[in-house]
């Protein structure tokens, strides 16, 4: 939680969250010597868990306050999932990879409503929009364009933009 308050989150619900959510728990069992540190995690595919100062970044930037339902593109392993279902009604997360979806709905069962999808979330889940928040735990070097799905009276996206280690959290309102 300290990273997390040193790196600018002041929403003291989601540094709550961060602090009770076991993140050993959401990381491969080999990895869990490093699940208290403020560094990315390697996963399958060459893929990473984001750390949780920038996590708790993004979440706070989303001001969710319960009874949202959150798009999340990028699922790894499950633990930002797993806090966005503490902070918001229902969550669709999309990963791309099969063996990470199957790892992660096993690692949020009887965490919150919680819904995981193999796919390309890019496009988002249409069939399942609006959505009030989307999360995208992707870094990319700048704003591609993508469907929001958002709700049609407004929504939030946020990701973080920038160069992996120097990312800039970002917030996109329609």
Do not use: C
């Not at 990028?74 to 999932?81: A, E, P, S």
């Not at 990879?97 to 995981?116: M, P, W």
């Not at 929001?148 to 160069?163: A, D, K």
């Amino acid at each position: 939680m300290s990273a997390a308050r040193a790196a600018g989150v002041q929403d003291e619900r989601v540094l709550a969250v961060i602090a009770s959510l076991p993140r050993s728990e959401l990381v491969a069992a080999e990895r869990a010597d490093l699940a208290n540190v403020d560094t990315p995690i390697p996963i399958p595919h060459e893929q990473v868990t984001t750390q949780p100062s920038l996590v708790a970044q993004m979440v706070e930037a989303l001001a969710l306050r319960g009874a949202e339902r959150v798009l999340e593109v990028g699922t790894g392993y499950g633990w930002q999932t797993a806090l966005l279902a503490e902070v918001a009604r229902e969550v669709f997360s999309v990963e791309r990879f099969a063996d990470l979806a199957e790892t992660a709905r096993a690692a949020l069962a009887g965490r919150g409503t919680v819904h995981v999808f193999v796919g390309d979330g890019s496009e988002g889940l249409p069939e399942y929009a609006p959505f009030d928040a989307i999360l995208v735990a992707t870094a990319y070097p700048e704003y591609r364009t993508r469907s929001s799905n958002s709700s049609p009276g407004g929504g939030r996206l946020v990701q973080p933009l920038g160069l992996g280690g120097a990312e800039d959290v970002v917030l996109f309102e329609k």
